[in-house]
Structures are given as structure tokens and as C-alpha cells.
């Protein structure tokens, strides 16, 4: 019998592990393409290694409840599901191959896993992002009434946000 390491979640060739120092190349090309950076509300473009820390200085992660996506043994992206938010990205080569569904399924079980008192998790997405629309529909996440808008740090703007 092998040992299963739980903080590691499979799903075919879909892999949720945490973050490792061989992973930061991956990170930082995959934020610093804005056509993946523009979706998401944190991630300042261009995004480079002096924006990513993986760790703190006592070696602890700097990103709690964040998981790596890997797909087929690389780094493509990273999904959390923390404090009953789902938030995810994924690079561009990784788009359209239900990559990031699957691994969205993974996090949102582990959440609930996690939290056996949590009845809902929520999401959003900046208006315009069909592909994280379509994840999230996929899941069985349903809009919420009531317009908002986020800070796109990319983009250096305010944009209209999609809640579910």
C-alpha cells in the first residue's frame, strides 16, 4: 500500500500539489501573459520573479490554501479555495482542455472536505471571461443578483464582476 500525501489531489492527468521553488519559472511566465494576468484581481502586469514569493523568510507557505495545477508533470496554474472563495487562474496553453474544471472540482471538495459546516462557496470573475463562466456553471455555481465591480490590478481599473 502506498502512502497518499493529502495535500495532494488527482484527477487524471490533473495534479493539485503545493507550490515548490521549480515551479516559480512556470508562475511567472504564466501571470506575466496579460491575457491571463487581466483576468484576475491581485496579479500586477507585468509580473516577474520579484513579484513572486513562495515562501515566507521561517520557510512557511506565503500562500495558504493555494495549490499548484499540474498537468502532465508542469506547473500550470493555481487554484485556492480558501475561506469558502474559490479563485483560480491558468495558462494559456493550458485554456480550453477542461484542465481547470477538473481542478476547480478538486478544490471545491477538499473545501468542503475541510469545512464538513460549510453549506456554499462563492466566486467571481470580471465581466467578459466566458472560459471562467463556463468552469463555474460547470460546477454547479449559480449567479447571484446584484452588480459589482472589482479592482483589476493589470489593467488598472475598476470592471463590472460576475458573483456566483
Not at 2 to 20: I, K, S, W
Not at 37 to 56: C, E, G, I, N, Y
Not at 125 to 146: C, H, I, M, Q, Y
Request: with cysteine; net charge negative.
Amino acid at each position: 500500500m502506498t502512502h497518499q500525501d493529502p495535500d495532494v489531489l488527482q484527477d487524471g492527468e490533473v495534479t493539485l500539489r503545493p507550490a515548490r521553488p521549480g515551479d516559480a519559472d512556470a508562475i511567472v511566465s504564466g501571470l506575466n501573459d496579460f491575457e491571463v494576468s487581466k483576468w484576475t484581481a491581485v496579479v500586477p502586469h507585468p509580473f516577474t520573479h520579484a513579484d513572486l514569493r513562495l515562501t515566507h523568510d521561517d520557510g512557511t507557505s506565503k500562500w495558504p490554501g493555494h495549490a499548484v495545477i499540474d498537468w502532465k508533470g508542469a506547473c500550470v496554474g493555481i487554484v485556492s479555495c480558501t475561506d469558502g472563495r474559490l479563485g483560480y487562474w491558468v495558462a494559456r496553453p493550458a485554456w480550453g482542455q477542461g484542465i481547470m474544471s477538473r481542478a476547480a472540482r478538486l478544490a471545491v471538495a477538499a473545501c468542503f472536505a475541510r469545512e464538513p459546516g460549510r453549506s456554499e462557496i462563492s466566486a467571481c470573475v470580471f465581466a467578459g471571461n466566458p472560459g471562467s463562466v463556463r468552469v463555474l456553471e460547470k460546477l454547479g455555481f449559480a449567479r447571484t443578483d446584484g452588480a459589482c465591480t472589482g479592482h483589476c490590478r493589470a489593467r488598472g481599473e475598476d470592471l463590472p464582476q460576475i458573483n456566483f
